[in-house]
């Protein structure tokens, strides 16, 4: 009888083994599959239900975190991510690049999803921004002639 339950012991150690060797090597190779471009996914309300590693700075830069609402003055520049009846495209300007984002609704299953599918370095534009605003205030003085 000891020997039986002994057996069967050493068989639940031996499976949990394996299992836990097999979703090692799956968590391993949905790391290798995630994708580069942020992911995020939004309750109807604003509240990040999901969010994959790429999304990490624009969410660190937004003030958010997964399980908390998008900052109310995010969802009123960007009024496409309250709509859950039509699929658009917006741009997101960041402070050193812009993230262009498809979203997309799933209004069946309650979320609306972005995701991004460009992103570009905006280093170019700041420095223009910034000699625009060092123009002086009265253009209408002209150089003197001598």
Request: charged share 20%.
């Amino acid at each position: 009888m000891e020997n039986k339950s002994i057996i069967k012991r050493m068989i639940k150690v031996s499976d949990s083994h394996t299992i836990n060797k097999n979703m090692s090597k799956q968590c391993k190779i949905s790391a290798m599959n995630e994708s580069r471009f942020p992911v995020i996914k939004l309750s109807l309300n604003g509240e990040i239900l999901y969010a994959n590693l790429s999304s990490l700075p624009i969410m660190s830069e937004w003030g958010c975190s997964a399980n908390h609402k998008l900052p109310a003055k995010l969802m009123e520049k960007y009024p496409e991510l309250n709509n859950m009846w039509e699929s658009s495209d917006i741009k997101v300007i960041m402070e050193s690049y812009s993230v262009h984002f498809s979203v997309v609704p799933f209004p069946e299953a309650g979320f609306i999803g972005l995701y991004a599918y460009e992103m570009e370095e905006v280093k170019e534009i700041v420095p223009m921004v910034y000699q625009m605003q060092a123009v002086p205030q009265n253009q209408n003085s002209l150089p003197r002639r001598a």
